[in-house]
């Protein structure tokens, strides 16, 4: 079992720039592959980027390459999502994830949620 706490989120202007943290309770957050995804008002929840164990491979939506950085703290067990030049079109509710098994970018492969965290960004 694992319960996940995002925080971070908040208001910002285009162009700025917004640090996600993902704060773990499990026993050792070394054992799961974490995601971050998003969810705008209206639309289905998508995929932004995701990290192995080791953090050896990252996989990044599209939409953020470049723009955004996914990292993680075991120790801490702790996964971030560094977020620069935002753009309006990345408001949106953001999760984390944590899956078991697999470096994934579909929202059904991962077990774990948390609550998500609010990121509006004005024009």
């Known amino acids: 079992q694992v319960q996940l706490v995002e925080s971070g989120g908040g208001l910002v202007q285009a162009g700025g720039s917004l640090r996600l943290s993902c704060a773990a309770a499990t026993r050792t957050l070394s054992s799961y592959v974490m995601g971050w995804f998003r969810q705008a008002p209206g639309k289905e929840r998508e995929f932004v980027a995701a990290i192995s164990w080791n953090g050896a491979r990252i996989n990044y939506a599209d939409s953020v390459k470049g723009r955004f950085t996914i990292s993680r703290d075991n120790a801490k067990k702790t996964v971030y999502l560094q977020m620069n030049s935002l753009k309006p079109e990345d408001t949106a509710v953001y999760y984390c994830?944590?899956?078991?098994?697999?470096?994934?970018?579909?929202?059904?492969?991962?077990?774990?949620w948390g609550q998500g965290t609010q990121v509006t960004v004005s024009s």
């Open positions: 994830a944590a899956d078991k098994t697999r470096l994934a970018t579909v929202a059904a492969s991962y077990d774990y």
